[in-house]
């Protein structure tokens, strides 16, 4: 069973898929199941409800709800819930949705640097090790720096951070058996029976000295190049004009 974590509807303000639209696609490319992370701040606890709604009626795919919340400019998921809590204080925030069932995982840790109050890392279960999106890690395989925010209590996860069909990917994790619901996938990926996967190599809870050294230099030449994209794409985004004074500033 291969299972698609990270991924937005148009619940979301910036998502371009419907809730059926992403189940469609998702069981096109061979995942069995979608962990939905629509945008809290998007969000109310009565479209949450129509989320979760459009969820369970959905037959092509396993469609499991949950939301991406940011906790002081920091976005953490809460997966594998129908609940809706919006507790101010991330500590509790974390408690009600294990207590519901689901879990939490910092997102995109490389958009902070590797960089995340201790507060925000101690409160959640699991760190996005991998975040397919081309602004973040790809679709080659985990950052090694992710991994290091796991400690001894948090496990990894991958993700697309889909909003739209552009953002999709082979990366997902994969249980070695079928999960009829929501909370068996919860429990697998709690006990840790899963591989990451983009469809040619797997990775565990733990990376080997090997996979390490080389995961490193890739990230940190890829890092290197997505930032030069980035300033790229700006700089031609910028009207000639702006771009001719810019240049003799």
Same mark, same amino acid.
């Not at 809730?19 to 809290?40: M, N, Y």
């Not at 469609?63 to 998921?77: D, K």
């Given at each position: 069973?291969?299972?698609?974590?990270?991924?937005?509807?148009?619940?979301?303000?910036?998502?371009?898929?419907?809730?059926?639209?992403?189940?469609?696609?998702?069981?096109?490319?061979?995942?069995?199941?979608?962990?939905?992370?629509?945008?809290?701040?998007?969000?109310?606890?009565?479209?949450?409800?129509?989320?979760?709604?459009?969820?369970?009626?959905?037959?092509?795919?396993?469609?499991?709800?949950?939301?991406?919340?940011?906790? *002081? $400019?920091?976005?953490?998921?809460?997966? #594998? %819930?129908?609940?809706?809590?919006? /507790?101010?204080?991330?500590? +509790?925030?974390?408690?009600?949705?294990?207590?519901?069932?689901?879990?939490?995982?910092?997102?995109?840790?490389?958009?902070?640097?590797?960089?995340?109050?201790?507060?925000?890392?101690?409160?959640?279960?699991?760190?996005?090790?991998?975040?397919?999106?081309?602004?973040?890690?790809?679709?080659?395989?985990?950052?090694?720096?992710?991994?290091?925010?796991?400690?001894?209590?948090?496990?990894?996860?991958?993700?697309?951070?889909?909003?739209?069909?552009?953002?999709?990917?082979?990366?997902?994790?994969?249980?070695?058996?079928?999960?009829?619901?929501?909370?068996?996938?919860?429990?697998?990926?709690? *006990? $840790?029976?899963?591989?990451?996967?983009? #469809? %040619?190599?797997?990775?565990?809870? /733990?990376?080997?000295?090997? +996979?390490?050294?080389?995961?490193?230099?890739?990230?940190?030449?890829?890092?290197?190049?997505?930032?030069?994209?980035?300033?790229?794409?700006?700089?031609?985004?910028?009207?000639?004009?702006?771009?001719?004074?810019?240049?003799?500033?």
């Amino acid at each position: 069973m291969k299972v698609m974590i990270h991924a937005h509807t148009t619940y979301s303000a910036d998502g371009e898929l419907s809730p059926h639209q992403l189940a469609l696609i998702a069981c096109k490319r061979g995942f069995d199941a979608v962990l939905v992370s629509d945008h809290f701040e998007s969000l109310r606890e009565e479209t949450f409800a129509d989320l979760v709604a459009a969820c369970g009626n959905i037959s092509e795919c396993l469609m499991v709800p949950g939301y991406e919340r940011s906790f *002081r $400019g920091y976005h953490i998921l809460a997966l #594998g %819930i129908d609940r809706w809590f919006d /507790d101010g204080n991330i500590l +509790s925030w974390c408690d009600n949705v294990r207590s519901a069932g689901g879990i939490t995982a910092v997102a995109h840790p490389v958009r902070y640097n590797h960089v995340i109050p201790t507060d925000i890392v101690e409160a959640v279960d699991a760190i996005e090790v991998w975040n397919s999106k081309f602004v973040y890690d790809g679709e080659l395989g985990p950052n090694p720096r992710s991994y290091r925010l796991l400690g001894k209590h948090r496990y990894p996860l991958c993700s697309q951070d889909l909003h739209g069909l552009r953002h999709a990917s082979p990366v997902g994790v994969r249980f070695a058996n079928n999960c009829a619901n929501a909370a068996e996938i919860i429990s697998c990926l709690q *006990r $840790g029976e899963y591989r990451m996967t983009n #469809g %040619i190599v797997s990775y565990g809870s /733990d990376l080997s000295k090997a +996979s390490d050294q080389v995961l490193r230099a890739f990230h940190m030449t890829r890092r290197q190049a997505v930032k030069s994209a980035i300033r790229l794409r700006r700089w031609m985004r910028t009207p000639a004009g702006c771009r001719a004074r810019g240049e003799h500033d």
